[in-house]
Nanobody, 125 residues
Framework: QVQLVESGGGLVQTGDSLRLSCAASGRSFSMYTMAWFRQAPGKEREFVAVIVSSGTKTEYGDSVKGRFTISRDLAKKAVYVQMNSLKPEDTAVYYC??????????????????WGQGTQVTVSS
C-alpha cells in the first residue's frame, strides 16, 4: 500500500497557475491509478483528474477541462496536477487519491482507498 503526501497549495490570484504535487511512499507505485479530488467548504468532494496505472489514459472533471493537466513521474513516485487560469471557484482543499489497477468509473471518490491529507488552494478575485 502507498502513503500519499500533497504539497504545492497556496494563495494565488485569478488567472494564475499552480502545480500541486503528490509524493507516494511504499511499493509498486506503478500499479496505482492516481487521482485528484477537491472539496470546498460545505460542498461534496469533487473529481478533478485521474491518470490510470498504465499511464495511457487521463480523465478530467468538466469544470477543469482545458485548464488542468495531470501527470506522473514513476521514478519519483509522484503525481502532479498543473492548474492554469485559476478561478475563485477553484478554491478548495485538494486531495490526492490512489487505487490499485482501477478501471472505469474513475471519478468516484468511494472507489479510492488511499488518500493524502490535502493541500489548500485559495484563488482570490
Amino acid at each position: 500500500q502507498v502513503q500519499l503526501v500533497e504539497s504545492g497549495g497556496g494563495l494565488v490570484q485569478t488567472g494564475d497557475s499552480l502545480r500541486l504535487s503528490c509524493a507516494a511512499s511504499g511499493r509498486s507505485f506503478s500499479m496505482y491509478t492516481m487521482a485528484w479530488f477537491r472539496q470546498a467548504p460545505g460542498k461534496e468532494r469533487e473529481f478533478v483528474a485521474v491518470i490510470v496505472s498504465s499511464g495511457t489514459k487521463t480523465e478530467y472533471g468538466d469544470s477543469v477541462k482545458g485548464r488542468f493537466t495531470i501527470s506522473r513521474d514513476l521514478a519519483k513516485k509522484a503525481v502532479y496536477v498543473q492548474m492554469n487560469s485559476l478561478k475563485p471557484e477553484d478554491t478548495a482543499v485538494y486531495y490526492c487519491a490512489a487505487a490499485p489497477f482501477l478501471n472505469s468509473p474513475l471519478n468516484l471518490a468511494s472507489r479510492y482507498g488511499t488518500w493524502g491529507q490535502g493541500t489548500q488552494v485559495t484563488v482570490s478575485s
